[in-house]
């Protein structure tokens, strides 16, 4: 079924099925452009009501235009807007979803993060520019950028909790395919470290000292420090912090590897 906003008052919306959002699923699998990635964000839209779309990693692009991912249909001036005040990392609703795990309507998101000086400035701003009410699914993959996927209703409409439901079941599978797009050679990158470069890392990275490693792991001081030296060869790095850093990004260990005693 398809929908469209009313004049006012909340959006007309009939819930998706279940088997309409796994048909998204595949189609978002099968997408090998940005271009193809944002016509079907567009139909998801479509079905939603609503008007707007961003699935982006939540980054100051001026800064740094190749690190992250960004695919929307905002209009030009907000989008300019919002990146001359390089708004990517402390926009409100971003900081909202960093806190978030299952995804929120706008009009709820004070559950998430405490309002900060500015944030009713930018608000204002976004509805200047047609950005009404809207939702926002978390993507979040650990050692990465935080990031979303949003949508979002001209003024006037308010985002529907079915909605909200609909865009979970297709956010996750939206933003791995714009992933996928942007970094082809990630998705093929196994593990980098074997288990006991992987189990010494992360008793370094936890702040222990040589000798605590080995008598944990029953290995000598020299082996632990072999352990190592192997994992920063494998990564081609010289020190330990950032061994630590691009194990965490390609995955080979999680924060809950390191916060875990």
Known sequence: STGSETAVGAPWFVMPTIDAAHAFELEFARA???AELADLLRE???LMG???FALSHHLDFLAAPDKGV?????PEEWAYW?????LGPSDPVHRASQRSRAGFLWHDMRRYDAPRPGDETILAEAERHGIGDGLTVPAHIPGDAHGSVSFAWRPGCAAEPDALQFARMIGGAAFEAADSIANPDRMHIGPRLTNRQRQCLIRAAQGNPIWRIGRHL?????TVREHLRNARQRY?????????????YDGDISFVD????
């Not at 390191?258 to 005693?261: D, E, G, L, Q």
């Open 50 to 52: 609503c008007a707007w």
């Open 236 to 248: 081609g790095v010289n020190g330990g912090t950032m061994l630590a850093v691009r194990a965490l």
């Open 82 to 86: 919002f990146d001359q005040n390089r």
């Open 258 to 261: 390191i916060a875990r005693r």
């Open 218 to 222: 029953e290995l000598s001081p020299d």
């Open 44 to 46: 998801a839209c479509a």
């Open 32 to 34: 090998k452009t940005r």
């Open 70 to 74: 960004r695919v929307h249909n905002y």
